[in-house]
């Protein structure tokens, strides 16, 4: 008899060849996650310092080298997401301040 393979709606028969690659798809998951929505802040509607303020907790919450993506429509996000990296050595990576809201990649330091 195929080994059983279990998921939300019930267990069906499978391969073991799926279910190894299956087991090890999942094994690898935090790797696939790079950008995912732990790493988008919308901070569309905020206005400042919270901007910069939630950038900085979300931030803390990351490893070295990880990139947090800032969505903000706040005029003065402008400055103060520069100045915020500048002050605390994260890296600008990229700003586009032609769309709204704004988008402002971060690599943590």
């Not at 028969?13 to 988008?40: F, G, Q």
């Not at 990296?85 to 769309?99: K, Y």
């Amino acid at each position: 008899m195929a080994p059983l393979l279990r998921f939300a709606g019930g267990v069906t028969p499978c391969s073991t060849d799926l279910r190894h690659k299956v087991v090890d798809a999942l094994k690898h998951l935090p790797y696939l996650r790079l950008m995912n929505d732990e790493n988008i802040l919308d901070a569309t509607g905020l206005l400042c310092p919270l901007p910069v303020l939630k950038a900085r907790k979300r931030l803390q919450g990351l490893a070295s080298g990880a990139m947090l993506k800032v969505q903000a429509d706040d005029p003065a996000a402008i400055i103060d997401i520069p100045h915020f990296c500048a002050e605390t050595g994260h890296e600008l990576v990229s700003q586009n301040l032609d769309t709204t809201p704004q988008i402002y990649v971060i690599r943590k330091k």
